[in-house]
């Protein structure tokens, strides 16, 4: 079955520690997308990607780096400089076709929590 | 800029009872609109679109939603509610006459409570 696969599902960050979060999908999408989902707060972009070895910064991308050298994987890196990463963070992708309003794809998560 | 709201944190219903979960947009344009649901712990998973055409837009597990421009708003619905529907649901938007990358705007989320 096509889809988007998060790994790992739960991961603690030390202090100063910088982490990975994995992105993979099969949906042959060109599009790739990282949220942060806060209670009460929706989901805010981090970063997008349209295609390989491009992305660019969503909302809140302070502290926070990508890689899209894949067209299947899009890793996102949270870093010591992101001072309140505890979130649970969600990878999507999609279809890019002008006009046809495409639903994103989305992953079922990462939940990080400060150690 | 685009913006959408979900003016109810939670909605409660009686198992058997319809539901409706609200929505309202603001865009430039004439507007995609999304409804995704999200269980616990998962993430979203897409229930239907309103792209043009009918203003009644019917989607998965017997979901459907009315897009009203005039009131700008794109509620929705389900004749029947069942207890498997609790869960939280989000409204998107996203104006496809904004060039370049089209962002979509998600709500804040409503979390539907339905009461066996």
């Known amino acids: 079955d096509g889809g988007i696969t998060q790994s790992p599902k739960y991961l603690f960050r030390k202090e100063g520690q910088n982490v990975t979060l994995s992105c993979e999908q099969n949906?042959?999408?060109?599009?790739m997308y990282w949220y942060r989902q806060d209670p009460g707060q929706g989901l805010r972009l981090i970063y997008y990607?349209?295609?390989?070895?491009?992305?660019q910064k969503g909302d809140i991308a302070e502290g926070y780096s990508v890689s899209r050298e894949k067209k299947e994987s899009f890793p996102l890196t949270v870093t010591s400089a992101q001072k309140n990463p505890t979130a649970f963070y969600l990878c999507?992708?999609?279809?890019?076709?002008?006009?046809?309003?495409?639903?994103?794809?989305f992953g079922d998560g990462t939940r990080l929590s400060i150690l | 800029a685009q913006s959408v709201a979900q003016p109810e944190d939670q909605v409660n219903v009686a198992e058997g009872n319809p539901l409706t979960v609200k929505c309202t947009y603001s865009v430039s344009g004439n507007p995609y609109l999304f409804w995704y649901v999200q269980y616990p712990n998962r993430g979203l998973q897409f229930l239907l679109k309103?792209?043009?055409?009918?203003?009644l837009v019917k989607g998965s597990y017997g979901f459907e939603a009315e897009f009203n421009k005039s009131q700008t708003s794109f509620h929705l619905k389900k004749p029947s509610a069942l207890v498997s529907d609790s869960a939280l649901y989000f409204c998107?938007?996203?104006?496809?006459?904004?060039?370049?990358?089209?962002?979509?705007?998600f709500g804040t989320g409503t979390k539907l409570q339905v009461i066996p």
């Open positions: 999507a992708s999609s279809l890019i076709q002008q006009g046809a309003g495409q639903p994103q794809h």
């Open positions: 949906l042959n999408h060109d599009a």
């Open positions: 990607s349209q295609i390989v070895n491009d992305f």
């Open positions: 309103y792209i043009t055409g009918d203003n």
């Open positions: 998107a938007v996203r104006d496809p006459f904004s060039g370049g990358y089209q962002k979509v705007t």
